[in-house]
């Protein structure tokens, strides 16, 4: 793994994907799919228009990558873009779009690092 890149590209990884207030099975529990769930993820943003989690979730169908939005933020893969959308429910929720950075990664492919 590169010093520069995202840690849950690396299965080896000590990146934290639990809560401090987890229990220690979840902290055990990293997903053995979780760089190729964050790429698909990734690509639910990949036409360039904004979307808020869900919508992201929606498109790629993907219920076990929910918290890949909030590493691909992290990791400035995506980033908000200063506008809110809305749920279904009515609540105000935050548009991201895919950065430049984020664009790389995909065209490099989710293999390539794991």
Excluded at 3 to 28: C, N, Q, V
Excluded at 80 to 87: E, I, L, Q
Aim: hydrophobic share 35%.
């Amino acid at each position: 793994m590169q010093d520069d890149e995202p840690p849950f590209f690396s299965f080896k990884s000590s990146y934290t994907h639990a809560r401090a207030s987890d229990p220690d099975t979840s902290h055990e529990a990293v997903p053995a799919r979780l760089a190729e769930h964050a790429f698909i993820m990734l690509g639910a943003y990949r036409n360039g228009n904004p979307l808020i989690d869900l919508e992201a979730f929606a498109i790629v169908g993907e219920r076990a990558a929910r918290q890949r939005c909030s590493d691909l933020r992290k990791w400035k893969l995506i980033e908000r873009t200063g506008h809110k959308g809305v749920t279904p429910c009515g609540k105000s929720a935050h548009l991201c779009k895919i950065t430049d950075l984020g664009l790389l990664y995909l065209k490099q492919g989710w293999k390539d690092h794991d």
